[in-house]
């Protein structure tokens, strides 16, 4: 048989009930017992009075274990039953024999209840018996004489105790009253109860909670972008697999303050409704665009949620793009130089300078073909040979001598250094310096890109103005520039970020006879001095 399933809300009504039902039944059935042994014990101690009583009379002392003692002790025992309401009072000497009983024709018979034995020994206690009325408690007392130094008897005073069901009976309409009391009380508070749960649930069942929670771990999971969410004291309530990755830690991470995760991390401004985007920061030496916002629960700030993604996650994309653009634009140069070359060389042909235009193509060829060679043969990065090879060509239109240094060399690149950033760096010295040149009448570029065995060296030097010491502390500064247009400043800035990120370091010399950059890239310690001889120095 198949049983219907029970919506969130009448299972916790139900639960709540049954709860509170065994509660109140529980409370009932202690109450009750409380009061059967509070009851008993009231009773033990008052026949344990009455029993010290009667040990104590002198009638009883003297007359216990005499012969006819019987006649003096029984009017006294019935007399005291009597007066105080109590079952039965035995007296009995040390041989057992009864010198008082309710039942006259028990008088002078043996006492065999069983549990006497200690009271002989001049111990008082209480015992509970179950006779032919229902349960008693007993109380035995020994009765001395001589000054409490010699034992002539005992003094057994029994009294009936009621059962549950007496008490029951006795307390029925005021426990009853009670319990239906809790008992409303308790369904009024389970159907509040589970209707204010549901309420906060959103009206949902468990299944489509589940549901609802699956989905959206599975779409958080698979976001391309690291997700961490922080309570208000900023403290991690959830990361996902990509913030793992980048972090470079694991899910056990939740319940730590972010800033042990992200490194320095000011949330309190999020937290308190502040918005901020495509921050640039370093999380696990890797630079990653952060986005932070404010998570809102009914208008109220219950924390804040950060978005980031690591730029190197775009490295094949920046590095085909960054090819593209540096050989367009040296395909670009080399079309105008060459235009510019057929005109010179047509012009010559139709001057009939035959000899001229010859040494003219001869002297053209000779002088890319070298830089063509050099380059292919000492740069093995296509990435950067291609760059080199554009601002060579981009320096001539400018009218620019770009030299390579005869130690250049570059082989394979390690896997922690990217050809992007490299390509990033070289990209922007050069550029600067060609600026820097460019009303100069001596207009001279140095180039050196050496990969060694530690550490890859990247030199360029320039013959410009050279830059003021007190500019030198705040060219790497986002936006910073002494060009004096808009949109600049950015170039030094990214290129130091790079080099930070790739715990490399960064000097500069500068003078009336220009400035020198000097960069220093520590490289694993599985890569190797890159070193082939070129014939022909420098190119």
């Given at each position: 048989?198949?049983?219907?399933?029970?919506?969130?809300?009448?299972?916790?009504?139900?639960?709540?009930?049954?709860?509170?039902?065994?509660?109140?039944?529980?409370?009932?059935?202690?109450?009750?017992?409380?009061?059967?042994?509070?009851?008993?014990?009231?009773?033990?101690?008052?026949?344990?009075?009455?029993?010290?009583?009667?040990?104590?009379?002198?009638?009883?002392?003297?007359?216990?274990?005499?012969?006819?003692?019987?006649r003096v002790i029984q009017p006294i025992a019935e007399r005291i039953r009597l007066a105080t309401g109590v079952e039965y009072i035995v007296v009995f000497d040390m041989n057992k024999i009864r010198y008082s009983h309710p039942l006259a024709d028990r008088i002078g018979t043996p006492f065999v209840d069983g549990d006497e034995e200690r009271a002989l020994l001049q111990q008082e206690y209480l015992s509970r018996a179950r006779g032919v009325r229902g349960?008693?408690?007993?109380?035995?007392?020994?009765?001395?004489?001589?000054?409490?130094?010699?034992?002539?008897?005992?003094?057994?005073?029994?009294?009936?105790?009621?059962?549950?069901?007496?008490?029951?009976?006795?307390?029925?309409?005021?426990?009853?009253?009670?319990?239906?009391?809790?008992?409303?009380?308790?369904?009024?508070?389970?159907?509040?109860?589970?209707?204010?749960?549901?309420?906060?649930?959103?009206?949902?069942?468990?299944?489509?909670?589940a549901r609802v929670f699956e989905e959206r771990v599975a779409i958080l999971q698979a976001l391309g972008e690291g997700v961490i969410a922080v309570n208000t004291e900023g403290k991690?309530?959830?990361?996902?697999?990509?913030?793992?990755?980048?972090?470079?830690?694991?899910?056990?991470?939740?319940?730590?303050?972010?800033?042990?995760?992200?490194?320095?991390?000011?949330?309190?401004?999020?937290?308190?409704?502040?918005?901020?985007?495509?921050?640039?920061?370093?999380?696990?030496?890797?630079?990653?665009?952060?986005?932070?916002?404010?998570?809102?629960?009914?208008?109220?700030?219950v924390g804040a949620v950060m978005t980031f993604r690591d730029k190197t996650d775009f490295k094949r994309l920046a590095e085909e793009l960054t090819g593209v653009k540096t050989f367009i634009e040296a395909l670009r140069v080399q079309n105008h130089e060459y235009l510019n070359k057929l005109h010179t060389i047509a012009g010559l042909i139709q001057l009939t300078k035959y000899q001229?235009?010859?040494?003219?193509?001869?002297?053209?060829?000779?002088?890319?073909?070298?830089?063509?060679?050099?380059?292919s043969k000492r740069i093995r990065n296509p990435s950067v040979a291609g760059l080199l090879l554009g601002k060579f060509n981009r320096a001539k239109e400018l009218k620019i001598i770009l030299s390579f240094d005869e130690d250049s060399c570059v082989g394979e690149l390690p896997s922690e250094l990217e050809s992007s950033n490299l390509v990033i760096i070289l990209g922007n010295l050069l550029e600067?310096?060609?600026?820097?040149?460019?009303?100069?009448?001596?207009?001279?570029?140095?180039?050196?890109?050496?990969?060694?065995?530690?550490?890859?060296?990247?030199?360029?030097?320039?013959?410009?103005?050279?830059?003021?010491?007190?500019?030198?502390t705040q060219i790497?500064?986002?936006?910073?520039?002494?060009?004096?247009?808009?949109?600049?400043?950015?170039?030094?800035?990214?290129?130091?970020?790079?080099?930070n990120k790739l715990n490399g370091s960064i000097e500069i010399e500068s003078g009336n006879w220009g400035t020198r950059f000097q960069i220093r890239i520590p490289l694993g310690t599985g890569c190797t001095e890159c070193y082939e001889p070129v014939e022909g120095g420098s190119a």
């Open positions: 048989m198949k049983f219907p399933r029970l919506k969130l809300g009448t299972k916790i009504a139900l639960l709540s009930f049954g709860l509170v039902l065994l509660s109140v039944l529980l409370v009932g059935v202690t109450i009750v017992i409380w009061i059967s042994d509070s009851t008993e014990e009231e009773m033990g101690m008052r026949a344990m009075a009455i029993a010290r009583t009667l040990a104590q009379l002198s009638a009883i002392q003297d007359n216990l274990g005499q012969k006819g003692g019987e349960p008693s408690i007993r109380a035995f007392v020994p009765v001395l004489t001589d000054e409490g130094t010699r034992q002539v008897g005992v003094v057994a005073v029994g009294v009936l105790t009621p059962t549950l069901a007496e008490i029951l009976k006795t307390i029925r309409y005021r426990l009853y009253s009670s319990l239906l009391v809790g008992l409303a009380f308790g369904i009024a508070g389970s159907f509040y109860l589970a209707r204010n749960i549901k309420k906060n649930m959103f009206r949902l069942e468990p299944e489509e909670i991690i309530t959830l990361i996902n697999k990509e913030a793992c990755r980048i972090t470079g830690t694991t899910a056990q991470c939740v319940g730590q303050k972010i800033e042990q995760v992200v490194g320095h991390t000011d949330i309190s401004l999020i937290i308190r409704g502040g918005v901020e985007y495509n921050s640039e920061l370093f999380i696990n030496k890797q630079l990653v665009l952060a986005n932070f916002l404010p998570v809102r629960l009914k208008e109220r700030i001229e235009a010859s040494d003219y193509i001869f002297e053209v060829t000779e002088e890319q073909q070298e830089v063509t060679q050099f380059l600067n310096a060609f600026e820097a040149v460019a009303d100069k009448d001596l207009r001279e570029v140095h180039c050196l890109l050496s990969q060694r065995k530690t550490e890859l060296v990247c030199a360029v030097e320039d013959t410009g103005h050279g830059i003021r010491l007190e500019d030198q790497f500064e986002w936006g910073f520039t002494t060009k004096g247009s808009e949109n600049r400043g950015i170039g030094l800035y990214i290129v130091k970020k790079i080099i």
